[in-house]
């Protein structure tokens, strides 16, 4: 897993990340990286 670099980078990571959790094919995927600790960051909604 790369490293973003810029803001652009990161929305587009939120919206996949937002994308994973509301989906039946890759919520145990999503949910696998928020328990490593592999990907996650704080926003305001």
Sequence with gaps: ??????????L???QTLEE???SNRYKEY???LIK???C????KT
Excluded: H, S
Aim: aromatic share 12%.
């Design 12 to 14: 587009t990571n939120i």
């Design 1 to 10: 897993m790369n490293l973003i670099t810029n803001n652009q980078e990161l």
């Design 20 to 22: 994973y959790k509301n």
């Design 30 to 32: 999503f949910t696998k």
């Design 40 to 43: 996650f960051i704080t926003g």
């Design 36 to 38: 490593r600790g592999t």
